[in-house]
């Protein structure tokens, strides 16, 4: 699929196979794509446990599950518990900015140096980081980051996913969580049993409302010709709802045995 398609297609899908498994080779692709996102500094701290529905006891299952996400969990064949580990920084002292100056990423044109990093990236950024009360929030946006590129590889490989919300305590108990790993959330994983469509592209604010040029007051210009050609390439598709939604899901209730 083009970038833009899978981009334009991804949407959560609630409604999966539950009886089709995931091709642990699928799963791991995710994973790849993860790996390959960007953090600050390089520092990774996005851990994942990958949980296959069908082996969990009945009653670590009923626990794990909340009000907002018990029916998607049920019909996901495959669960990944995502999470921030905030001892990576800590454990690491600037090694990590200095591998990306060994190899030759982080440059001296820059002002990158091994002594940089000792006299500033360490003692004044770094370190400070690792102490301040905004540092879980702010790795989680790196997070949220290589997170996106499994959900996108996902749409690739012919799956669906939704992120939801678990039960964070169970989890820590279930599935071994250390100490340091900070909840963020649950990618749901299978093959969709909806439409690839699901009732169309899923409504957002519009655009000048959310994006800006040079000052918080000055919306960006949205250029209709842009669009348009977004849309040729499949990255804007029809808005939901389609018409035939509210029967889909009629009949996906029934199909899954669930209320209509
Ligand atoms: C971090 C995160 C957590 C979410 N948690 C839930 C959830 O607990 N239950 C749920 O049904 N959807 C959840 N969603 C899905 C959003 O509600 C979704 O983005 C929205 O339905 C429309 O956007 P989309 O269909 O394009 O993804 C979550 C999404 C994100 C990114």
Not at 78 to 102: F, T, W
Not at 170 to 196: C, M, Q, T
Request: hydrophobic residues 40%.
């Amino acid at each position: 699929m083009e970038f833009t398609e899978v981009i334009g297609i991804r949407r959560s899908i609630r409604f999966f196979d539950p009886d089709r498994p995931v091709e642990r080779e699928k799963v791991q692709k995710i994973l790849e794509a993860m790996r390959l996102g960007s953090c600050a500094m390089n520092a990774q701290w996005l851990r994942a446990v990958v949980v296959y529905r069908d082996q969990l006891s009945p009653e670590t299952f009923e626990k794990l599950k909340l009000p907002v996400a018990g029916v998607i969990m049920e019909l996901a064949p495959v669960h990944i518990y995502c999470y921030g580990d905030l001892s990576v920084i800590a454990k690491d002292h600037g090694a990590r900015p200095k591998q990306l100056i060994d190899i030759g990423a982080l440059a001296p044109s820059h002002g990158w140096t091994h002594r940089f990093v000792d006299e500033f990236v360490w003692p004044q950024l770094l370190e400070p980081l690792t102490q301040s009360p905004h540092y879980p929030v702010a790795m989680a946006f790196d997070n949220g980051g290589c997170a996106t590129q499994g959900v996108l590889m996902a749409y690739e490989e012919g799956l669906g996913a939704c992120w939801t919300a678990f039960n964070t305590e169970v989890a820590k108990e279930a599935f071994g969580i250390p100490d340091d790993w900070v909840p963020h959330y649950l990618l749901n994983l299978g093959y969709p049993a909806e439409s690839r469509e699901a009732g169309g592209q899923r409504p957002r604010p519009p655009f000048e409302e959310l994006y800006f040029e040079g000052h918080a007051s000055k919306p960006f210009r949205r250029d209709e010709a842009v669009v348009e050609e977004l849309r040729q390439r499949k990255m804007i598709q029809a808005p939901a709802p389609l018409p035939n939604r509210q029967q889909e899901l009629r009949e996906l209730a029934r199909r899954l045995g669930l209320p209509e």
